[in-house]
């Protein structure tokens, strides 16, 4: 198995969560514990569950971290979509990064779907 940082899914969940620290860093000062909090968090478990799960011993487990990236990755779409709609964030930038995120979700189902095929 390839070290994680080889993958072009792990190299583009992180270069997403640079963006999004990046971009949060501009929302109110008031949403620091709330808002930035969740997003930040929801976008750095995206490549921290892909470079975890490709540790564990078993494909499946594996395939379970790989989902749990999944969800994370939605949970941080979620968040910018609520991010822009309270007017914290131009929509040409949210949709830069909702356009990355519909990529980075098709080759995490793929390479959930390889690891499962293979366990």
Not at 23 to 49: D, H, I, M, W
Not at 77 to 82: F, I
């Amino acid at each position: 198995m390839q070290r994680f940082t080889e993958l072009k899914v792990w190299q583009q969940s992180h270069a997403l969560t640079l963006d999004v620290y990046r971009l949060s860093s501009a929302f109110p000062s008031e949403e620091k514990y709330g808002l930035v909090s969740q997003l930040r968090r929801a976008a750095s478990s995206v490549p921290t569950n892909i470079a975890e799960g490709s540790k564990r011993r078993g494909g499946q487990d594996y395939a379970r971290f790989l989902n749990v990236a999944e969800g994370s990755l939605v949970e941080t779409e979620y968040l910018l979509m609520s991010g822009r709609d309270l007017g914290y964030v131009r929509s040409e930038k949210v949709q830069e990064l909702l356009d990355s995120i519909a990529g980075i979700a098709r080759m995490l189902h793929a390479l959930r779907v390889k690891v499962e095929a293979a366990a």
